[in-house]
């Protein structure tokens, strides 16, 4: 068992509704739960101001009203299951459990993408990456949006390996607009494969995080894996592929609208990028900023947005996101 509990024992007069309740759990690394210093335990009370807890090593005594304790409950055991499921618990993590029942989605059993090479398994940890997943399976075109180190690229570069390894597609392709903070790819040195590779380095280190460096060369030179230009997308009919555009909020509307009509029979195209990082110049719009407006009422198309409550990065970088935050 990972955790047994007390019956309520009532506190004072019926009226009242006070009452305790003893948890006690077993079975998990505690540290997983409470933290450094209980600073993920502190983190989870936050959001029960109106309980009192007393934890005393495996043992959690709750008083309360019976409704606040119910849901404290509720809640305790969705993040011990988290722990169970992935080995893990996040502030960000805790957050999405309590106030968006994230533990709703943790009952779900397709929560692994995949099996690297060097058997780490590769997971949609939060709510927002499984339902990254999730969508993948149901609809053929989606769009991942959100801000920096919320693991737009890396989900959905596991997703379309497990597509290639499970042969549910013959090749991938990943593209992404030749604009770059100001930059010009024309001003750099070498061939186009030598200009785009410092920017496509993201998708090569999940390629080879799950493939292999070897194998990842030799499916380069055997076409199975392509990167290129989005320019180079165009008069193409992409069919039997796993495509996936990069930094998609640096494509114009002519660009988005070019890329995603390159969609052919059994093909699988995922799009993402971040708004708040459009580096085109002010008279160009975004064609994601226009996707967003002009197919959100397509049935077979999924529009996932992320949020810093996503962040897999350090702890900072939830910070910084929030602090670059438009002010209302």
């Known amino acids: ?38 600073n993920k335990f502190d983190k989870f009370k936050s959001f ?59 009952n779900q059993a397709n929560n ?55 042969k549910q597609v013959k090749r991938l392709i990943f593209t992404r607009p030749a604009i770059e903070a100001g930059e010009n790819l024309g001003f750099l040195p070498g061939d186009v494969k030598e200009k785009l590779d410092p920017y496509m380095q993201p998708i090569y280190d999940a390629l080879t995080d799950m493939l292999s460096v070897k194998k990842v ?30 930094e998609g909020q640096n494509t114009t509307e002519k660009q988005m609208k070019m890329f995603l009509t390159r969609m052919g029979i059994s093909a699988k195209f995922i799009i993402t990028g971040d708004i708040s990082q459009i580096d085109l110049l002010k008279s160009n719009k975004s064609g994601l900023v226009q996707a967003q407006k002009k197919l959100k009422s397509i049935k077979d198309i999924s529009f996932i947005q992320l949020d810093d409550k996503d962040v897999i990065r350090h702890k900072l970088v939830k910070q910084i996101i929030k602090a670059y935050e438009p002010k209302h």
């Open 1 to 38: 068992m990972l955790f047994c509990i007390s019956k309520v024992k009532e506190i004072g007069e019926r009226n009242k509704l006070m009452s305790e309740k003893l948890i006690k759990i077993k079975n998990i690394d505690l540290n997983k739960l409470f933290g450094a210093n209980n």
């Open 48 to 106: 029960f101001t109106d309980v009192k807890v007393v934890s005393r090593g495996e043992e959690l005594k709750i008083y309360g009203k019976k409704d606040d304790i119910n849901l404290f409950e509720k809640k305790i055991k969705a993040c011990i299951l988290h722990i169970q499921k992935f080995n893990s618990l996040t502030l960000n993590n805790i957050e999405r459990i309590v106030v968006e029942n994230e533990n709703d989605l943790l």
């Open 112 to 166: 692994i993408i995949l099996h690297t090479s060097k058997g780490k398994i590769v997971k949609a940890i939060t709510k927002n990456q499984r339902k990254i997943l999730s969508e993948s399976q149901k609809n053929d075109m989606i769009f991942v949006i959100g801000p920096a180190g919320t693991g737009k690229t890396y989900t959905s570069v596991a997703i379309a390996v497990k597509s290639l390894k499970n």
């Open 217 to 246: 060369n030799k499916y380069i030179d055997e076409g199975i894996i392509q990167i290129a230009p989005l320019a180079y997308m165009r008069g193409r009919t992409l069919d039997n592929a796993f495509v996936i555009l990069d």
